[in-house]
């Protein structure tokens, strides 16, 4: 496959510190035992998306990146925190299990709106479900104690910092950890 030809698995998010992933994960292991899901994300793998693109041309990596230099330089540092727990899907078998983003969430909403509006211009069109930022930790449920109410965990916190960078992101599925940085995008200081 030529170069022209060859197509990576996009997706622009916000990359999370170490000591954020670290808790998480930390967390996560408590859970393992009690909470069957058939695939818990890679530490390394933990992120919030700001858009998924799908199967790109690699030709088009640089033109992405520079729209999201141009959504960064209408973007300024904001704080974020990795806090609370939660699940999409019935609570007897959720679909994904997520820790949820508190701090500065309209900044971040921007960005995403931002990062939106310049992918539109390439062709990239936005999902239609409403923006929900959060970390996914795990998915598809199988078996095991019931999730008891994850919600009831919203007052714990995994920490928090300040967010300057974008990131696009490829996925490798046949490797893990699966997400491999493509570009780091900076923000107006």
Request: glycine share 6%.
């Amino acid at each position: 496959m030529s170069v022209e030809e060859e197509k990576w698995r996009l997706f622009v998010a916000v990359a999370l510190p170490e000591s954020v992933k670290n808790q998480l994960h930390a967390w996560c292991l408590e859970r393992r035992k009690d909470w069957k899901f058939r695939k818990w994300v890679h530490p390394a793998d933990y992120h919030i998306t700001l858009q998924f693109l799908g199967d790109t041309p690699v030709t088009r990596v640089q033109a992405l990146l520079d729209g999201l230099r141009e959504a960064a330089a209408e973007a300024r540092p904001f704080r974020l925190e990795a806090a609370g727990i939660g699940a999409f899907g019935r609570p007897d078998q959720p679909r994904v299990l997520w820790c949820g983003v508190d701090g500065d969430v309209d900044a971040l909403r921007h960005l995403h709106s931002r990062v939106i509006a310049v992918n539109a211009r390439l062709g990239y069109v936005p999902e239609e479900r409403p923006y929900a930022p959060h970390i996914t930790l795990a998915r598809k449920f199988s078996e095991g104690e019931k999730l008891r109410d994850p919600l009831a965990n919203k007052g714990l916190s995994f920490g928090d910092w300040t967010n300057d960078t974008i990131m696009l992101y490829r996925t490798r599925v046949t490797v893990s950890p699966m997400y491999e940085v493509v570009g780091i995008v900076s923000m107006r200081k």
